[in-house]
């Protein structure tokens, strides 16, 4: 059970003195290159972001006894992965802000944009070949094309009728891919064995899960202000997610749900009203109830090994991850 | 000297068998994936292309001994990566046709379109690490770099001065480096010596140079028909080009020359004047002149390798660069 409410701060502790040097790896991308891209990549960097991807890397390298060079190359590689994402994703979405940020595509063409997601993907791929490991570079490029073709499926089928199983399978692609690759990884650097490789690749694929579901209940929950896009965003833009599917079970009669996936949904009183109704129904606790039983099964991954801080700050990471909603 | 009248044909036949296999390798990467990617994929395998990134690497591989299933997974590889940067190619610059056929931007989505390159970048990623050689993943990582790198100088640079060393970086990053690519990570792959490396490095740089410049000597001297896009389209778009150089220094007086990089340059009469006077003009011939001399620099890198079926075939490759405007 999740019991005591953390701060950010905690789960950092192992590897706090990494972080700046996740940081000089990946801000060193640009170096040598066209000044627009330096700029661009430090825009970027500087946009915010919590680094969670690369300190779950830092955490699971640390704990497994990886070698610290190479550590830090994983987890700016996992980041600027990451960034590259969405870059392509801001601009498919026409996206204007992220995390309260101006959006590279709301200032730049969409061909800058294209090109500065691309090139971000070389670096990444540059870093991930210079953790010198083929079975990290492989996994890097299936997460890559698993995160692709997740958003392309997302593509077509928008404004299509979608089901847990679909919900499930799109917050894998997009999210807990990611987790999954920064946990697996990093093991697979420590050189541990396959046992505990799929640990980590479970803990890493559960906390991913989590992830999402409380992010798609802050959707709902947020202020404009925390999250940095307006309220109900998602339903906004025909996107149908956990809080919206249990609802949806709940009260099929609902006529503003039942417009949901057919043709062009949006009209503001229509999406404000279905919001509403989603946040005073059981639908956001059950959710929520969801996320905590992926991060028990997180939790229950990491029991395999021995205690040690970078094994508590995994586990704070993980029941962080559900507590965020308050 | 180039002496000899060399059909397309010659120099596939030593690896004649293996294209069907590196076609196969290819497909089969859309395999379990959306089926508007496995469509797009096979849209752009279809499209022509006369697969010669891939002949280099499997020439090369075969001289030297490199493993005939890693090969063909390294040329499958390079040809997806020159696929994926194809598909942003066409996105950023519009264009409507590659090779007479119609581009994925002019039947998709801009959001489809970048998803689509985005994951045959990962695929040529995957197929990268299945060659399970660092080497190879860091010099595919670099490559993708240094094309993008020149494609975001191109992007900031256009309607702006271009000198001849500025043409020559932006022809290394937009089409030798990826022939570098092919010849370096076979030699890689063959696990033979520096020498050995260093001298088909040079072969792969010296033939991409003569074929961009042969390239950009067939949008002036091509018939429509035969290249697939309108004569003079570099121009038409203020891409300055060898010969449009050569001529500028030959005749720094043409009205319709000095308006060649200042502000929106596009106005058909003058375009075609250009390109005319360009054509009847030294600069053509002087162009092929320098684009024979990376030739000869090619083949003289070649000299280091015993006679082999495969050697000569490079040689004939190399020749058939220049060849082609005839």
């Known amino acids: 059970m999740v019991s005591v409410l953390l701060t950010t701060a905690t789960f950092f502790n192992p590897v706090q ?17 066209h000044v627009d891209l330096v700029a661009a990549l430090d825009h970027l960097l ?16 640390s704990m497994l006894g990886a070698d610290p060079d190479r550590l830090i190359t994983l987890a ?4 600027l992965l990451h960034t590259a994402t969405l870059v392509h994703d801001d601009l498919i979405d026409g996206s204007l802000l992220r995390r309260g940020f ?5 200032q730049w063409s969409p061909a800058a944009t294209v090109l500065t997601g691309d090139f971000i993907f070389a670096r990444a791929a540059k870093l991930a070949a210079e953790t010198s490991s083929v079975e990290v570079m492989r996994l890097f490029a ?10 392309i499926t997302q593509l077509f089928m928008n404004h299509q009728p979608i089901n847990r199983q679909d919900y499930f399978d799109r917050i894998y692609a997009k999210t807990a891919s990611m987790f999954e690759l920064a946990s697996t990884a990093a093991a697979v650097l420590s050189q541990v064995d396959e046992h505990a490789q799929e640990a ?7 906390i991913g899960m989590a992830f999402q579901i409380v992010d798609d209940v802050l959707d709902f929950t947020g202020e404009q202000e925390t999250v940095g896009k307006p309220v109900a965003n998602d339903l906004r833009q025909g996107l149908i997610t956990l809080p919206t599917i249990n609802y949806l079970e709940a009260h ?7 417009l949901l996936g057919i043709g062009n949904y949006y009209n503001e ?24 039983t992926f991060v028990e099964r997180g939790l229950q991954a990491l029991t395999t090994f021995p205690s040690s801080p970078e094994r508590t700050a995994l586990e704070d990471l993980a029941k962080f991850i559900v507590r965020r909603h308050l």
């Open 17 to 33: 003195d990494r972080i700046p040097l996740v940081e000089a790896r990946m801000r060193e991308q640009s170096n040598g290159h």
């Open 46 to 61: 500087s946009s915010g972001g919590k680094r969670v991807r690369p300190v779950v890397a830092l955490l699971t390298g």
């Open 76 to 79: 700016a590689a996992i980041e």
């Open 102 to 106: 101006p959006t590279l595509n709301a």
């Open 142 to 151: 299936q997460t890559l094309a698993t995160i692709v073709n997740g958003e």
């Open 200 to 206: 980590m690749h479970n803990y890493g694929y559960e």
């Open 252 to 258: 099929p009669e609902d006529p503003d749900g039942r």
């Open 269 to 292: 009183d229509r999406v404000m009203r279905l919001a509403k109704a989603i946040r005073e129904s059981q639908a956001i606790d059950k959710a929520l109830a969801e996320a905590r």
